[in-house]
T-cell receptor
Framework: GQNIDQPTEMTATEGAIVQINCTYQ??????LFWYQQHAGEAPTFLSY??LDGLEEKGRFSSFLSRSKGYSYLLLKELQMKDSASYLC?????????WGAGTKLIIKP | DTEVTQTPKHLVMGMTNKKSLKCEQH?????MYWYKQKAKKPPELMFV???????INESVPSRFSPECPNSSLLNLHLHALQPEDSALYLC??????????????FGPGTRLTVT
């Protein structure tokens, strides 16, 4: 089967750093996406990893290890507006497999 | 223009009504998608159009009927829906899926309530 695991909910403090982990078992792998979704809004693209290593984009970074079936999203200098759900999505043979999402709560 | 637009934003319909959801993009993307999302769940793929042809239909009931009139427009026709069909309906687009699926751009969604 195809499966993506990520924590259901995480809490962090404004200004801090948080790492959201994602593990996957899929029949194929063409790349891994992270999307952010605020409550009641559409998902927005954050990052895409296809090769092992770290991709940095401003306050957000995403890491991939294909041999371990593992990725993480690192958010630095957390702001209140970062409170949202973060969805890990794997392109498995051109079929997108969506994780259930991690709800991130930021406290002042 | 990196925007996907959807109309209407909200829709309330009875189980005997016929209505349509509309989606438009002007990014030259050749793949367009319909998703259904229930509260606190990830989006569920319903349909994929690639180069204006239906390429994926994820076993969606026939009361949902997609249509792609041209490369910029995507419609979802609704008929005889059930209350459990109430959800957020999201449209998305991406560059032609000649390789990996690629980054998807999502519209704001239509919040559908079936009474």
């Amino acid at each position: 089967g195809q499966n993506i695991d990520q924590p259901t909910e995480m809490t962090a403090t404004e200004g801090a750093i948080v790492q959201i982990n994602c593990t996957y078992q899929t029949s194929g792998f063409n790349g891994l996406f992270w999307y952010q979704q605020h409550a009641g809004e559409a998902p927005t693209f954050l990052s895409y990893n296809v090769l092992d290593g770290l991709e940095e984009k401003g306050r957000f970074s995403s890491f991939l290890s294909r041999s371990k079936g593992y990725s993480y999203l690192l958010l630095k200098e957390l702001q209140m507006k970062d409170s949202a759900s973060y969805l890990c999505v794997v392109d498995s043979n051109y079929q997108l497999i969506w994780g259930a999402g991690t709800k991130l709560i930021i406290k002042p | 223009d990196t925007e996907v637009t959807q109309t209407p934003k909200h829709l309330v319909m009875g189980m005997t009504n016929k209505k349509s959801l509309k989606c438009e993009q002007h990014m030259g993307h050749r793949a367009m998608y319909w998703y259904k999302q229930k509260a606190k769940k990830p989006p569920e793929l319903m349909f994929v159009y690639s180069y204006e042809k239906l390429s994926i239909n994820e076993s969606v009931p026939s009361r949902f009927s997609p249509e792609c009139p041209n490369s910029s427009l995507l419609n979802l026709h609704l008929h005889a829906l059930q209350p459990e069909d109430s959800a957020l309906y999201l449209c998305a687009s991406s560059q032609a899926p000649t390789g990996a699926v690629g980054e998807q751009y999502f519209g704001p969604g239509t919040r559908l309530t079936v009474t």
